[in-house]
């Protein structure tokens, strides 16, 4: 209460002095406003805001309890770890559950797809930052936050009808080929060409993220103070050398936001990897045959799961992965805070 | 103008709240939930049947799936359930212990699922038998030129392609009576892989959905994967002829499929009769059920009397007249043989201990 009063006063003073130039700024701040607005009004925003704040981080911990309660029967029956490195997915037979596979298949696509989309998505954010003119960035920017837009279901509906046979005829089937031809011994560990796999998913993965990467990326480049570049410059520095010695280093913490984003949504990706990866329960995994991974598990097998142990497994299978996308978060979150670096400290 | 049709709206309110009294019957909705298979015969039901009672009886049905059905009616947040598996002995002791009554299985449609392939050059009509097909899922038979399929074929000239095995990757009930038809078939499928909505299947990549698997299959030359009938007639797949335990190949056909179930049932009709004994049934059919409480005030969603009268008038209707319906939307008929369990069990429907289900079949 008394803080505002003194604000108030601070801010008097100087409207005195301009009160010809800016009679509307002086005039709505010295208005006499209702009680309400005076006193009540900070508080009960501030009220407001925390509420709100607040129900994120309850409904994250609900959340988790949640996924654990209702997962708790399989995890307790298996054990946290057995469960977690069980590697058997058996609902019909032995009824014996393991997340082991998915979370293989989970790690390798994200894994994957964030290497692969990383420095296309990084030369993207350079050309349209710092090389093309402003109309064709203007474009380009549309068109990445365009491929961020297009709902999973298409994309994976796309990848099933286009994708995946195109990827088949062009490179499976001919490597495939030869491998039987030269070294029949490597065929099951490159696995079945049928278009449908871990490496048609991943590669679909990879494009869907490049956007996450790309925009985060490019503002951060536009961050960049402008005498950062000069310096650059006034050293002699060509092009490139300003973007490799100034620009993208004093942008690191956003580039790695970026990457941290993307490796959140490849972790968490649903549909158009179950369309796609071709849903193998069971490890091994070959280079391009099918896998699974946790979310496309939980999607394909939740609406109908009728055994209890079953769907409590698919829970945990839930459990799991927010744990996992948890510890994601957190070393993002670290890695963030130890990278981003001031301008003073960069290079 | 703008009077007349404000009278004509009041006109029509009055009517309908006249209507409803004039009957001396409220309106009701009847709520269920369970199979997506069922869903859209269901839906159609659903319509003609509210035409029917002149717009007295709704029929709010969610497609939620069979697992979803099983326990929604067991926490009795519905009406009726759906299932495309009928309630294991362990649920139906649950029941009969919770509500003094037992849970009665009754056969609303025929499921039935087909072979559907993509070998170029080739249309429909290629057979297999059991042992064949077992052995293709299995992945132990890997190329069309495999001698026993040569054998179950000889007019084919089949290429050395590669055989590509799809299956869904979502449980579904149609994967339950395709592996159900498997397990039957085959020893080492029985004692490998066994039959559910999901199971652990030994080779083949997995697609979401009816629509998924058709779409690998045409998509991908050598693919063979399992559709439902109607799935696979509507998109021009072409489908296999499967040879039955009387040993006749059969072309897959709705009256096949009814002539599948019009066997011995047992009195509860929780069977699965794929493999039929029935020499002109088509081997991969089953029944979807309708999911009802003996003791229909224990189900605590029904709140009164009328409400579980209209529920069984409607049940009554969609195993008979509704059936009409069935073969547009790419259903099979019930056989005579299920409708008469179904009454039989019907007639033990009960309201407090007032027999309503008999009253209302010996009324009609």
């Not at chain 1, 490597?175 to 011994?185: F, H, K, Q, T």
Request: with cysteine.
């Amino acid at each position: 209460m008394k803080k505002r009063e003194t604000d108030g006063s601070v801010l008097k003073e100087p409207n005195v002095k301009y009160q010809t130039s800016q009679t509307t700024l002086s005039e709505y701040l010295r208005k006499k406003r209702s009680f309400i607005y005076r006193t009540l009004g900070d508080r009960l925003f501030s009220y407001f805001i925390f509420a709100l704040g607040f129900i994120v981080i309850l409904t994250t911990i609900v959340m988790a309890i949640v996924l654990y309660k209702d997962g708790a029967e399989a995890i307790k029956r298996y054990g946290f770890f057995g469960f977690l490195f069980g590697r058997v997915w058996d609902p019909a037979m032995k009824i014996e559950f393991g997340a082991f596979p998915f979370i293989v298949g989970t790690l390798i696509t994200s894994i994957g797809s964030l290497a692969i989309s990383f420095v296309p998505a990084l030369a993207v954010a350079i050309f349209t930052a710092e090389y093309s003119p402003r109309w064709l960035a203007h474009i380009i920017d549309n068109l990445t936050n365009l491929i961020a837009a297009i709902p999973s279901v298409i994309i994976g509906l796309w990848g099933i009808f286009v994708f995946a046979p195109w990827m088949r005829d062009t490179f499976y089937m001919n490597i495939y080929m030869w491998i039987l031809d030269n070294n029949p011994s490597f065929a099951p560990i490159f696995g079945n060409p049928i278009g449908y796999g871990i490496a048609t998913a991943t590669i679909i993965l990879a494009i869907m993220i490049v956007p996450y990467t790309t925009v985060l990326t490019v503002d951060a480049f536009k961050k960049v103070p402008k005498e950062q570049r000069e310096a650059a410059y006034a050293l002699g520095a060509t092009k490139w050398e300003v973007v490799k010695m100034a620009v993208i280093p004093y942008a690191r913490g956003g580039i790695l936001a970026g990457v941290m984003l993307s490796f959140g949504r490849a972790i968490g990706e649903t549909m158009a990897v179950a369309m796609l990866i071709g849903n193998k329960n069971n490890l091994p995994f070959s280079i391009i045959g099918p896998a699974s991974t946790m979310p496309s598990v939980i999607v394909n097998e939740f609406r109908e799961a009728v055994e209890n142990i079953h769907l409590s497994s698919l829970i945990a299978v839930g459990f799991y992965l927010f744990i996992i996308s948890l510890v994601v978060n957190l070393i993002a979150a670290y890695i963030q805070r130890k990278f981003s670096l001031t301008g003073a400290r960069t290079v | 103008m703008r009077s007349v049709s404000k009278l004509i709206g009041l006109a029509l309110t009055l009517s309908l709240l006249l209507g409803i009294n004039l009957h001396g019957q409220r309106r009701v909705e009847l709520i269920g939930a369970g199979a997506s298979f069922p869903a859209p015969l269901i839906t159609a039901m659903a319509d003609e049947y509210r035409d029917a009672t002149n717009g007295r009886v709704t029929i709010n049905y969610q497609s939620i799936g069979s697992g979803g059905g099983i326990r929604q009616f067991s926490e009795q947040t519905i009406m009726f359930g759906m299932s495309e598996a009928f309630l294991s002995d362990e649920i139906m002791k649950n029941i009969e212990q919770s509500t003094g009554g037992r849970a009665f299985n009754l056969p609303i449609t025929l499921a039935d699922v087909v072979v559907t392939y993509n070998v170029p050059g080739i249309d429909k009509g290629l057979v297999f038998d059991g042992p064949v097909i077992a052995d293709i899922f299995l992945g132990r038979i890997t190329r069309w030129n495999d001698r026993r399929i040569r054998n179950l074929n000889p007019d084919v000239r089949l290429p050395r392609h590669p055989i590509q095995v799809v299956h869904r990757s979502d449980g579904s009930g149609t994967t339950n009576l395709w592996t159900s038809y498997l397990t039957k078939v085959s020893d080492r499928w029985a004692n490998n892989v066994g039959f559910a909505t999901s199971v652990n299947w030994p080779t083949g990549v997995g697609a979401n959905g009816n629509e998924g698997v058709a779409g690998i299959v045409r998509n991908t030359p050598g693919a063979i994967g399992y559709n439902s009938f109607a799935y696979a007639l509507l998109n021009n797949m072409s489908y296999a002829y499967l040879e039955n335990s009387a040993g006749n190949v059969i072309p897959p056909s709705f009256d096949a499929t009814s002539a599948a179930a019009n066997i011995e049932l047992p009195t509860d009709t929780r069977i699965l009769f794929t493999d039929t004994p029935n020499p002109i049934g088509y081997p991969v059919a089953g029944f979807a059920w309708m999911l009802c409480y003996e003791n229909m005030e224990k189900n605590r969603t029904i709140s009164n009397k009328q409400q579980a009268e209209e529920l069984i008038r409607f049940i009554i209707w969609a195993i008979t007249d509704g059936q009409q319906l069935s073969e547009s939307l790419g259903y099979a008929q019930l056989p005579s043989a299920a409708i008469q369990k179904s009454y039989a069990m019907i007639r033990q429907m009960k309201w407090n201990g007032e027999p309503i289900g008999r009253n209302i079949l010996d009324g009609n």
